[in-house]
């Protein structure tokens, strides 16, 4: 693909790397095909119907082994290195080519394309193999409304795209991307509509570009104010994932713009006993270190065997949380002269010590905890890893008469579309 070919322009003359430029731009042109995992194993066997009929052939030989009707569902299951399908046919070979000349039915959902089936291991893999046009139609459909403005969906049609091209390789080379919230959701015929089809042809052959190379463009869902530089989130430096301000983002429209959530500290060990981590009952929560943009970048969880801290995007992982741009509220104790205090914790010589079924000797005397509730406050903004395009940031900028070259430019500096 492209984006391997063009990353060798260091080593070649200029004359090459120049013809070598312009055989990716033939290359995005066209866009060429996509190769979508709807399963990867799992499965013994795979019902397929072809409205049109579908054909059947091995798929390194090119041997024709079937065509059923239309309509008609063809049960494939394995058998030995290859496939059987109810004494319709038996194959030898480990890969198996599904054609028609319209969708083909799988697993409840209408595919454009053709299929692969490979026995890989004694389970089946089912590939989708499409044009990358046809993906985009219904990818868009599934990762941004189709009521959103023309120049929103396609600034998204743009992301996903270069996400496929970006991400080759993700998945160990049977296939680009699979159909989960991994990569991208995808339904087939069933995710597209009207303006997703005429937002994605109207981006037909084009892609973005840093530096002459195509990158991988990330989204999500709302930023809260301010995308985030990618190595706050998942570690690593890149020049066009920076940071930058949100303003158009409609804060009474956008998902999770600001949002609350409450834990206990049960809970909170209940989250980290998930994660694998044991530091007895929690005490305190505290953010130790937050990015430019106001998210955490280092978390630490105090309990009574120990700490825990976790960095970047662990900081929202762990607690399951909308985004990493929060602040914590509770866990710690307001005395109240003459009176019982419910929960809490006091800073001893030794460190942080729970107040439950204990009494402090205050100005105004001994005050008794009779147990508590350890109420722990989060409260955040956005929706999301934060890193590139918001959605309802776009969303809003179409609404504001941007283009979607300028919104994708203002997300993602330095890059530029051809």
């Known amino acids: 693909m492209s984006v391997v070919m063009v990353g060798l322009k260091k080593f070649l003359p200029a004359l090459f790397v120049a013809l070598l430029m312009m055989s990716a731009?033939?290359?995005a042109a066209d866009d060429g095909e996509v190769r979508v995992g709807l399963r990867d194993g799992g499965i013994t066997s795979a019902a397929l119907t072809g409205e049109s009929g579908l054909e059947f052939s091995d798929a390194a030989t090119g041997e024709a082994l079937y065509t059923a009707a239309p309509g008609e569902t063809v049960h494939v299951s394995l058998s030995g290195g290859g496939f059987a399908a109810e004494g319709r046919f038996t194959a030898s070979g480990e890969e198996l080519a599904v054609r028609s000349e319209g969708p083909i039915a799988y697993d409840g959902q209408r595919y454009r394309g053709r299929f692969l089936l490979k026995n890989g291991g004694g389970k089946i893999s089912v590939i989708n193999i499409i044009h990358m046009d046809e993906y985009l139609y219904s990818v868009l459909g599934k990762e941004m409304s189709d009521s959103f403005p023309m120049e929103a969906l396609k600034a998204q049609a743009?992301?996903?795209?270069n996400f496929v091209w970006g991400e080759e390789g993700r998945h160990g080379g049977?296939?680009?991307?699979?159909?989960t919230t991994h990569c991208q959701v995808y339904s087939g015929v069933s995710g597209e509509s009207e303006a997703t089809r005429t937002a994605v042809d109207a981006v037909s052959g084009k892609a973005a570009y840093y530096d002459g190379?195509?990158?991988p463009l990330y989204f999500f869902a709302t930023s809260g104010g301010a995308t985030e530089s990618v190595e706050n989130v998942w570690g690593y430096a890149a020049p066009y994932l920076r940071s930058v301000p949100d303003p158009d983002e409609p804060a009474d429209k956008a998902s999770r713009y600001t949002w609350t959530?409450?834990?206990t500290a049960g809970e909170i060990k209940e989250k980290l006993a998930s994660a694998g981590v044991d530091i007895g009952d929690i005490t305190a929560v505290t953010v130790d270190e937050t990015t430019p943009s106001g998210r955490?970048?280092?978390?630490?969880f105090t309990g009574t065997n120990g700490t825990h801290t976790v960095r970047k995007s662990a900081c929202r992982s762990i607690l399951g949380f909308n985004s990493q741009w929060f602040t914590v509220d509770g866990g710690s104790v307001m005395i109240a002269v003459g009176g019982a205090v419910q929960g809490g914790s006091v800073l001893t010589?030794?460190?942080?010590?729970?107040?439950?079924?204990?009494?402090?000797?205050?100005?105004?005397g001994v005050v008794a905890f009779s147990g508590g509730s350890g109420d722990y406050t989060f409260n955040?903004?956005?929706y999301g890893h934060g890193v590139g395009m918001s959605q309802w940031g776009a969303y809003g900028m179409a609404m504001a008469g941007y283009d979607y070259e300028e919104i994708l430019e203002h997300y993602f500096t330095g890059i530029y579309i051809r």
């Open 213 to 215: 190379e195509i990158v």
């Open 158 to 161: 743009i992301c996903a795209k």
């Open 296 to 300: 955490a970048l280092s978390l630490t």
């Open 261 to 263: 959530v409450e834990l």
């Open 25 to 27: 731009a033939v290359f």
């Open 174 to 179: 049977d296939f680009d991307v699979c159909a």
């Open 380 to 382: 955040g903004r956005g």
């Open 349 to 364: 010589g030794n460190g942080l010590a729970r107040l439950d079924g204990r009494s402090v000797l205050t100005a105004g």
